[in-house]
């Protein structure tokens, strides 16, 4: 009986032991692809506010420097866009969306390091968003200015 026992023990520190190896494996590998504590943050952030995220892409912007993107928002859904940064040389990021007509639809201009813009559009509507880092504490380096989009 105490050979069964033993026999069970082991299996089981085994089966913990080898679901904990590749458990602290993937989550490294996810976590050196899928950036910093500030990106999953933000990012479970949306997904606790019960957001999708279709989008999720970043660009390495110095002082001044912007990144777009175009997308189509749907009818009846809605929308958040988030642009921030994870560095803390980065003081101010601003986020843009504009029409196909050239006309600012929403933005957030406000000086912090993460920008937000939610809406729900009556119609279908094809933006152009620009997300800008704009003020750095080093204006010449360059940092990461991130930008995800959620729906639900």
Not at 20 to 47: C, D, E, M, P, R
Request: aromatic residues 16%; proline residues 1%; neutral net charge.
């Amino acid at each position: 009986m105490k050979i069964i026992t033993h026999y069970v023990n082991v299996k089981t520190i085994r089966t913990f032991f080898c679901l904990f190896l590749i458990s602290a494996l993937s989550s490294s590998q996810a976590t050196a692809q899928s950036g910093s504590f500030t990106y999953n943050f933000v990012k479970g952030w949306l997904i606790g506010e019960g957001y999708t995220i279709s989008q999720d892409t970043y660009c390495n912007l110095a002082e001044g420097e912007s990144c777009y993107l175009n997308l189509t928002f749907y009818q009846n859904s809605t929308c958040t866009v988030v642009a921030f940064s994870d560095d803390d040389n980065v003081t101010d990021v601003d986020l843009y969306a504009y029409s196909s007509d050239g006309t600012i639809y929403q933005k957030d201009t406000d000086r912090s390091s993460l920008a937000r813009i939610t809406f729900t559009p009556y119609s279908d509507r094809y933006l152009h968003l620009v997300f800008k880092n704009y003020a750095s504490s080093s204006p010449r380096y360059k940092s990461t200015v991130y930008l995800l989009v959620g729906y639900k």
